[in-house]
């Protein structure tokens, strides 16, 4: 195993420590999305489980968006993982940094491949000081503050946050925005990313205008990506 897959219990520790504060970030949004499951008529078990299981603000909030009786299956499905394309970039940007995993940790990275601890720890792998106990470690930490925020906001549904327009009033709509800026900061690389940055918010921009749904989330996000790897191929 190289050393950027090693996991020892003090990087494990260390990784869940640092990633404290970043996850704080999510608890706002948790909240939101306690208190939408509530409305939407989740029980605190089912809006529990489902923050466990998936661990995945903005597609569970895509889903929310769908929630009906009878569930819209296809739609759904198709909706979640339009909302999940980035992690398949973000596995790929990370899987070089990892390249003899051993099966069986296979499935705890992908689970703790999620924005903010994605974002801190791909840094570190570039800069050649990855260590997979942190990635792990922040994971967890991720795990432990979302499901909790989560079911706060649920709670919270009956209660203080009973107001529908609530949430709305305290900004709770825009915590998801300010994280995913926050994740952009500290991915920019400098004027090589103002390419395909640029040819991304053109993109969604011009989809917005032209499609109902939230589909120019995702062809912003190919049209960028695709891009990037052009202009990288032709310069190789």
Known sequence: MSLSARVTWRS??????????????????????????????????ETTLMSVTV????????????????LPLFALAVSVFAANLRYFVMG?????????????????VWYVTVDQNWAVNIEEYRRGKG????????????????????LLGHLAAG???????????????????????????LLFR??????PWAVAIVAALA??????????????????GLYGAWRDVRKS
């Open 92 to 108: 790929a940007a990370l899987q070089p940094y990892l390249p003899h995993l051993p099966w069986y940790l296979q499935p705890p």
């Open 190 to 195: 400098g004027k090589r990313d103002l390419a």
């Open 131 to 150: 260590d997979l106990g942190k990635f792990l470690g922040g994971g967890f930490m991720m795990g432990c503050i979302w499901p909790g925020s989560c």
């Open 55 to 70: 661990m995945a603000g903005t597609s569970q909030m895509v889903a929310l968006d769908l929630w009906a009786q009878p």
């Open 207 to 224: 989809s917005k205008w032209a499609m109902q749904g939230n589909w120019y989330i995702v062809i912003g996000g190919l049209a960028g």
């Open 12 to 45: 494990f520790q260390a990784g869940a420590l640092r990633m404290f504060l970043p996850g704080l970030a999510s608890f706002p949004f948790g909240i939101g999305f306690g208190v939408a499951a509530a409305q939407k008529g989740l029980s605190a078990f």
């Open 159 to 185: 209660g203080l946050l009973s107001d529908p327009g609530i949430a709305k009033r305290l900004g709770l709509d825009f915590v998801g925005v300010a994280v995913f800026v926050v994740v952009a900061t």
